[in-house]
């Protein structure tokens, strides 16, 4: 029998965002991450995934930190290795479509500060709404890595997904990642899935996927096997549950292999003593929710995916209605076939989510609506791959005429307004950037960090501050 040619698998680390991210709420700390970025610079990562996804909105709104500042603090830190990031395509990290000037500016400012390979996706796999980041991420010489969002319904085949495939290498794309947010892709599907996307495709194929569902580890041994190039993956601490399958065990699973990494274990036990203390912490203080660290092979029912579930979990917290968890985990999918069954990945994942909440709670469907619901509806996030239930949009939306085009192109040059409103609190270009996602809670931080400079308390102006929208 003649020998396999070596493949080593290229693994991306998720520990400094995805895996943080779907297990404590994106509550890691930049003082947390710096004193073993050394060591995992060592390790010989494809990458580190380490910015983007919620992590920009909890750095501002819980932590008090300049999400910016970590980037460069971490981008410092890692000589050799990669620094990745995961981009919503014309919603960058916020939750509504963004002007095109802003989206350029944002890729430009993220690579500037040391972003290499931006991962790019839209909630409802609608290539038009990533053609600006992906132009943009060319344009400064990034790695542009679109994602497809994973998921299961009638629509959701093999014939689709290369499709897709195939636009996005025309588009640009430096390579693809099968995102795979809840856990849905089982082992043998991963076979059949990658092997139609390498013979259509040229460019590498990363896969991503969690643990929720409980066969994660398997599904990346089927798809490497089928020539799957790249695997994200988490430090065994903050890996499995809603995280992503642990690294160690991966490389372990292809060592003696073909595919190989040549990582040191030794050196990996030794980062995962690092995060281990912060782990057992979360736990004692309640951040970490054994409920997210289970299997629950119902995922394949509900398709929620992990950061998906510890939001519901939160919420229903704060109305005091926990124990209604599994009514709101079935309304759900019925909530996104209504709304012309998206991937559940943000924002689709909160807005039908937040959906399936209020109309579980309020006792009646969609008696009470989100104006995000209302958005989606009214085409505002793009084209779904199924129509809408039209008894649904009509009931939510009226006679509103829904938007067919793609959504940016109704949206005006937003940069210089926001320049102006926020002259007085800028201290670095990218404040602009922070302001124009999260006007509110970037205000709240520029003022907290204008305190810390001045040890003036400025929230006490608040009420007399029309400055900013509240």
Not at 270 to 277: C, G, N, Q, V
Not at 325 to 341: A, I, M, N, S, W
Request: glycine share 6%; hydrophobic share 40%.
């Amino acid at each position: 029998m003649a020998e396999q040619v070596k493949k080593p698998v290229k693994i991306t680390e998720t520990i400094l965002r995805d895996a943080h991210q779907s297990l404590i709420a994106t509550r890691m700390t930049t003082d947390d991450m710096l004193p073993v970025i050394e060591k995992m610079d060592k390790v010989g990562y494809h990458s580190v995934e380490c910015w983007g996804g919620a992590t920009f909105d909890a750095s501002l709104r819980f932590l008090k930190e300049d999400p910016w500042e970590r980037l460069r603090k971490i981008r410092s830190g890692f000589k050799n290795t990669k620094l990745q990031m995961l981009f919503r395509g014309q919603n960058i990290l916020g939750y509504r479509h963004y002007a095109d000037d802003v989206v350029e500016y944002f890729v430009q400012k993220s690579i500037a500060n040391g972003i290499d390979i931006i991962r790019i996706f839209d909630a409802l796999n609608d290539i038009r709404n990533l053609e600006c980041a992906v132009k943009a991420t060319n344009k400064e010489k990034g790695h542009a890595q679109i994602a497809i969002c994973y998921t299961l319904g009638e629509a959701y085949t093999t014939e689709y997904f290369v499709d897709l495939a195939k636009k996005i290498e025309d588009m640009g794309a430096s390579s693809i990642c099968i995102k795979d947010m809840a856990g849905l892709l089982i082992p043998y599907r991963a076979t059949e899935l990658v092997t139609a996307l390498k013979s259509a495709v040229k460019i590498p194929i990363d896969l991503h996927t969690h643990y929720t569902s409980g066969v994660g580890s398997m599904t990346y041994l089927k798809a490497v096997e089928a020539g799957c190039d790249i695997i994200d993956t988490a430090m065994s601490p903050f890996a499995l549950g809603t995280s992503q399958p642990a690294t160690e065990v991966m490389v372990e699973t292809f060592r003696g292999t073909p595919y190989d990494t040549g990582f040191d274990q030794i050196l990996l036990s030794e980062i995962a003593d690092y995060f281990r203390p912060l782990k057992n912490k979360a736990l004692e203080t309640g951040l970490l929710d054994p409920k997210v660290m289970g299997v629950d092979i119902k995922t394949l029912l509900y398709q929620v995916p992990g950061g998906m579930l510890s939001n519901l979990v939160s919420q229903l917290k704060q109305q005091k209605a926990e124990d209604r968890y599994y009514e709101v985990l079935e309304e759900v999918p019925r909530v996104r076939k209504d709304f012309g069954e998206p991937p559940l990945v943000t924002p689709s994942s909160q807005i039908v989510g937040t959906q399936a909440v209020l109309n579980v709670l309020s006792g009646e469907r969609y008696k009470m609506v989100t104006k995000e619901s209302k958005a989606l509806l009214s085409g505002e996030y793009g084209q779904t791959v199924k129509p809408f239930n039209p008894e649904v949009q009509k009931k939510v939306i009226g006679d509103k005429e829904p938007i067919t085009c793609r959504p940016a192109d109704l949206i005006e040059p937003e940069l210089k307004k926001i320049e102006a409103e926020i002259s007085e609190w800028k201290e670095q270009d990218e404040d602009v950037l922070s302001y124009a996602l999260f006007p509110a809670v970037a205000m709240d931080f520029f003022k907290y960090r204008k305190a810390q400079k001045t040890g003036v308390d400025l929230t006490a102006a608040d009420a007399e501050n029309k400055a900013y929208p509240v």
